[in-house]
Structure formats: structure tokens, C-alpha cells
T-cell receptor
Framework: DAKTTQPPSMDCAEGRAANLPCNHS???????VYWYRQIHSQGPQYIIH???NNETNEMASLIITEDRKSSTLILPHATLRDTAVYYC???????????????FGKGTKLSVIP | DVKVTQSSRYLVKRTGEKVFLECVQD?????MFWYRQDPGLGLRLIYF???????EKGDIPEGYSVSREKKERFSLILESASTNQTSMYLC????????????FGQGTRLTVV
């Protein structure tokens, strides 16, 4: 069963904000929302994560709805280098020990258009 | 910088060969993972390991095995390579701090002919 739903593809004009949605209607109270991206021919790269508050770092902002059933990753000023597949993952926090199964869905292919 | 290093970037093997894909990480991470990635199918988890000599099946373990004799090294083994195992293989290790931040290798593009 998929825990997250993302659109398969999106376009964004260069310099504009890219808003990538993710639905996770079955998220439980102690599960986090994590975002990764994969630029062509590279391994995925961690971007950001959050529990219920909005989060911002040097790469992106994460907006989580109050009911936590959906979230949006925002790239404020998209560049051509942001063209990638973006993955949204819902998971318990990993404590650093013990078994943990990290799984990815198919993600959203974001194309930044010049 | 955390490094996850995969032994080969490109590999060509013949059907029926035994193939070893090696992955080494230098950050003392407990958890390591092997994925394959095919067009339209996303990243699919093959096997993962949370400790030396411990392994668990992911979503598509058939035709593969793994070995974790040392904490830093996680090997994926194709016992008898087949053409449907032609794919991009990605190794990752998982940090226990700072959230669910996994670090990936550059991938091995395996072609079985």
C-alpha cells in the first residue's frame, strides 16, 4: 500500500517557485514527512523533513497542513539545476539503531523550463 | 563528508555469471540498503541490513543475496545473472542523527548480456 501520493510530473518556469504536493492521508501521529530528490544519473539526496510545523532550510521549505494529511515542498526560486525527481516519504523517525526499511515511491519529475 | 562508494560505475556481465556489487561507507552507519532503479518503476528496495551479518529482504529480493561481514561494507550478489537484472543499482547508508538522512552512492549501471 502506498503511503504517499504524488503527481507523476510537473513543470515550473525558471526563477518561479516550484510547489510540489504530496498526499499522505493515513499518516500517523508520530510519523515524519521526508523529502528527497534525485538528479539524473545521481543517487537521491536528502532535502528536508518535518513532523507538524513548517520547516525551512537552505534548499527548500516544507509546509505541512494542520491535519497533516498533505504537505508541499517549496523551492522558492527554481533553477535549471532543480530539474529532478522529488520523493516524498512518510516514516517514523529513525533512532540510529535497529532495523529500518527505507522505501521510496515513484516521486514527481519536476522539469524547470528556461 | 560522508562517502558511500560503489565499486563500479558501469559493469557488463554475461548471463549466468555470478556478479558481486560492492558498497563501502565511511561513517559507521548501522543501516545499509541496496536498490535497483528502472525507468517508470522508481527505486525498489532489494535488501537491507542493520548490523553486521544481519540482513532483511526488501520488496524484490528474488535472484539476489547480500553479505555484510564488516560494518562498512555491504555486498549485493547476483547468483546467476539474467538479462532482466540489467538495471541501475544504488547503495545507501542511513545516519541515525538529523532525521532520516540517507546517503547514496553514485550507482552501478549493470548490463547483463
Amino acid at each position: 500500500d502506498a503511503k504517499t501520493t504524488q503527481p507523476p510530473s510537473m513543470d515550473c518556469a525558471e526563477g518561479r517557485a516550484a510547489n510540489l504536493p504530496c498526499n499522505h492521508s493515513t499518516i500517523s501521529g508520530n510519523e515524519y514527512v521526508y523529502w528527497y530528490r534525485q538528479i539524473h544519473s545521481q543517487g537521491p539526496q536528502y532535502i528536508i523533513h518535518g513532523l507538524k510545523n513548517n520547516e525551512t532550510n537552505e534548499m527548500a521549505s516544507l509546509i505541512i497542513t494542520e491535519d497533516r494529511k498533505s504537505s508541499t515542498l517549496i523551492l522558492p526560486h527554481a533553477t535549471l539545476r532543480d530539474t529532478a525527481v522529488y520523493y516524498c516519504i512518510v516514516s517514523l523517525a529513525y533512532s540510529g539503531a535497529g532495523s529500518y526499511q527505507l522505501t521510496f515511491g515513484k516521486g514527481t519529475k519536476l522539469s524547470v523550463i528556461p | 563528508d560522508v562517502k558511500v562508494t560503489q565499486s563500479s560505475r558501469y559493469l557488463v556481465k554475461r548471463t549466468g555469471e555470478k556478479v558481486f556489487l560492492e558498497c563501502v561507507q565511511d561513517m559507521d552507519h548501522e543501516n545499509m540498503f541496496w536498490y535497483r532503479q528502472d525507468p517508470g518503476l522508481g527505486l525498489r528496495l532489494i535488501y537491507f541490513s542493520y548490523d553486521v551479518k544481519m540482513k532483511e529482504k526488501g520488496d524484490i529480493p528474488e535472484g539476489y543475496s547480500v553479505s555484510r561481514e564488516k560494518k562498512e561494507r555491504f555486498s549485493l550478489i547476483l547468483e546467476s545473472a539474467s538479462t532482466n537484472q540489467t538495471s541501475m543499482y544504488l547503495c545507501a547508508s542511513l545516519s541515525g542523527t538529523g532525521g532520516l538522512e540517507a546517503f547514496f552512492g553514485q550507482g552501478t549501471r549493470l548490463t547483463v548480456v
